[in-house]
């Protein structure tokens, strides 16, 4: 089956105009999603990569209609070839697991690679930067202070107070596995 997929902002003409190139393509099925640059949800897309079978194809005008990121646009190439699909870029031909494309898979694992790489080095370089400010904390921050944990440790019943996990939870609103944590790590 040939599968159309386009991923488009807000634009009613834009969808319009990518529907017209992709029926040139003769698509049996043309899915899309909209998509802002702070969402990553495409239920579409998960969709289409559910249906896809040995010998589909899906018809992308661009490699971006998957995903702004390499990684995630790596992995979405990666999951239809595992599947015995295809991917038809019409700026760039066809993507499948034939020899004669074993170059252009290669090429893109290999930038999915570097991505990756790249984003580890930076993340360990801004550690390293960040280290030598010395209110640098590791971790994530407390989400409460000692005074607030302190407090709802004294209601409890455990503690000497009158109150239950579940009470001082809902007075506090901290959760009850933060508070029994406390308790333990108190003793």
Known sequence: MLYGYIRINEEKGQLLEKINILEKEKCDKILYDSSS????????????????EEGDTIVV????NFSREII??????????KKGGSVKVLDLGIIDNKIENKKIIDTFRCMVQFKKDALIENATIGKIIAKKNKDFKDGRPKKYTKKQLDHALSLLAVNGGDLSY??????TKISKSTLIREVKKSR
């Open 166 to 171: 579940n009470e001082v939870s809902q007075l």
């Open 37 to 52: 640059t702070y969402s990553n949800k495409r239920p579409n897309l998960r969709n289409l990569l559910s249906l896809i």
């Open 61 to 64: 005008e661009s490699l971006i």
């Open 72 to 81: 995630d646009c790596g992995n979405i190439v990666e999951e239809i070839l």
